[in-house]
């Protein structure tokens, strides 16, 4: 089974503080490199789905990927994609390879995983948390808060969210392995920054990678608008 791999290497830089006196010396942004890795596709999704306006009866199969952030000496996932059973016989699920197996073939293992951001608790972004037992996960304090509480009490809103994955975070900061995130644009590692906005979810996040070339990583926090010609 073939994987697709698009990686950009990117030399990292840092602002020079200027000031009348000394000031400490910046950390050093890690040479990042970034890897998008598919580990499914989802036959005929309704464009509408995913683009604001789209006729209705227009369909596209859509590449489910993970992206795989090495530098530094940390080995971090933005977003985990999904596994569970129930969410394989909800969709039209093609070409699918666990996203540990999917992140094996990228040369990580997955118990090598140091870090995971997540942009969101849907169930196909937040759905592979288990399958990655040492890292420390990243999400908005809010998004955490709402997803392990008030969407659960009458009147929440959980769509799209899995009771499974909810345990299982849970879990992981009963054993100190989450961090909670507040807010918008918040340096969260060396020359990685979150930003919140386009509420996709409670209070999804996007992340900026800074080096030479930043690359912004945003799932689902970016949306389109159709215009037909």
């Known amino acids: 089974m073939r994987r697709l791999f698009v990686s950009f290497a990117m030399l990292a830089t840092f602002a020079v503080a200027s000031a009348t006196a000394p000031a400490p010396s910046p950390t050093p942004i890690p040479e990042y490199t970034i890897d998008a890795i598919r580990y499914a596709t989802i036959r005929d999704f309704a464009l509408s789905n995913l683009v604001i306006g789209a006729p209705k009866d227009v369909k596209m199969d859509i590449a489910m990927a993970v992206w795989l952030i090495r530098g530094g000496g940390r080995t971090i996932l933005f977003d985990t994609g999904f ?32 870090d995971i951001v997540l942009s969101h608790a849907h169930w196909d972004h937040m759905g592979g948390i288990d399958l990655f037992p040492n890292a420390t996960i990243w999400i908005q304090k809010a998004e955490y808060e709402y997803y392990t ?7 929440g809103r959980k769509g799209g969210i899995d009771a499974e994955d909810i345990q299982e975070l849970v879990r992981r900061n009963l054993a100190g392995k989450v961090r909670l995130v507040e807010g918008d644009n918040q340096e969260i590692l060396p020359g990685i920054r979150a930003f919140t906005g386009a509420r996709h979810t409670f209070a999804s996040q996007y992340i900026r990678v800074a080096t030479k070339q930043p690359m912004v990583l945003a799932s689902d926090n970016c949306y389109l608008s159709w215009r037909s010609a």
């Open 149 to 155: 509480g008030a969407a659960w009490q009458p009147g």
């Open 83 to 114: 596994h569970r059973e129930r969410w394989m016989s909800a969709f039209k699920i093609d070409d699918f390879l666990a996203p540990d197996a999917a992140v094996r073939l990228a040369g990580v293992e997955p118990g090598a995983v140091t």
